[in-house]
């Protein structure tokens, strides 16, 4: 566990950074498959799971995967298309 969330912070760091693009991409699309099979694919697709309603309204519980499809999807173009023009990774070339 402690591996997964290193991976998500360290790999966040990159990506805003704009070193090891393609790297930390693949690793967090790793990550998000592993999140979407193991914790939310019981839950179906919709992000918004209602599992009753309450006195104060309706009562959520875990997201389906959805949202982790939107990340892969992110990532995957992150991982395709590098880094930008404005990354560090970048600036070193030059």
């Not at 998000?32 to 309450?54: D, E, Q, R």
């Amino acid at each position: 566990m402690v591996f997964l969330g290193t991976v998500e912070v360290v790999g966040a760091l990159a990506i805003l950074l704009g070193v090891y693009v393609t790297l930390a991409s693949g690793l967090l699309i790793v990550n998000m498959a592993v999140a979407a099979f193991t914790v939310h694919l019981a839950n179906g697709f919709n992000f918004i799971n209602i599992t009753g309603m309450g006195e104060q309204g309706p009562i959520f519980g875990m997201p389906g995967v959805e949202v982790n499809l939107l990340y892969i999807a992110a990532l995957l173009s992150l991982l395709l298309s590098g880094p930008g023009a404005l990354s560090v990774s970048r600036r070193r070339e030059t």
